[in-house]
């Protein structure tokens, strides 16, 4: 399963991909809102550090708009992602933005049919929000596994995404149901790798190391 980032805080990116572990990143407007910088700019910069997809996403909310901003993202960038919701004028920019190569992530999915239709639209990447649809009391993951489901009876090429991810087993959850991507906010990242008892066991071998007058 690929990993990519759910921020636009360019530290947070920066520190990030020094792991080696993150294989792209996702923005949405109200991420991009919060960073106070001009957001072609921004994109430029995410791109500059991360050699992998970048998703930017239209804010015009008919198709035509949405053309004319996702062709003016996707020169920013050769690995600029266009994040187009999913809506019918969405469908319509992702299939137009399709024809034309350039990569389309259809956003704010939440249910299969809606899938079905971004997969049928061209979509290179489908983003099923798990966390939002868990808020209401539904079972998010559950959309991910039936748009799998669909994807495989069609041998759609088109990616599951799995976003809104709130916690690690969202995570572990998205793998085991077969989710090609899954984007993760970076308190998420970290907490997928920190575990109390690595710290316990690794301060035990110090402890035991420092007293026995050993080294490397
Ligand atoms: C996806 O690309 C979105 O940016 C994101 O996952 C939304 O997550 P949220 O529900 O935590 O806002």
Not at 51 to 79: C, F, R, T, Y
Request: charged share 20%; with cysteine.
């Amino acid at each position: 399963m690929q990993i990519f980032i759910d921020t636009a805080d360019i530290n947070e990116i920066r520190d990030l991909n020094e792991t080696g572990l993150i294989d792209g990143v996702t923005t949405n407007p109200s991420l991009a809102a919060s960073q106070g910088i001009q957001f072609t700019d921004l994109i430029r910069q995410i791109c500059d550090i991360v050699d992998g997809p970048i998703s930017a996403e239209v804010i015009a909310l008919d198709a035509a708009g949405m053309i004319e901003q996702g062709k003016k993202l996707a020169g920013i960038h050769e690995n600029v992602v266009i994040k187009v919701p999913l809506t019918v004028d969405g469908l319509k920019a992702c299939y137009a933005l399709a024809e034309d190569d350039i990569a389309v992530n259809v956003t704010l999915c939440f249910s299969a049919p809606q899938a079905l239709l971004a997969a049928k639209a061209g979509a290179r990447y489908i983003s099923p929000f798990v966390g939002r649809l868990d808020d209401q009391g539904w079972d998010g993951m559950q959309l991910i596994r039936d748009i799998q489901l669909v994807y495989d009876n069609y041998m759609f090429d088109t990616e599951i995404l799995a976003a809104s991810i709130r916690h690690p087993q969202h995570v572990l959850e998205a793998a085991k149901a077969g989710a090609d991507v899954c984007t993760i906010p970076p308190k998420v990242f970290r907490q997928l790798y920190k575990h109390n008892l690595t710290d316990i066991g690794l301060d035990a071998f110090m402890a035991d190391w420092k007293k026995s007058g050993l080294s490397i």
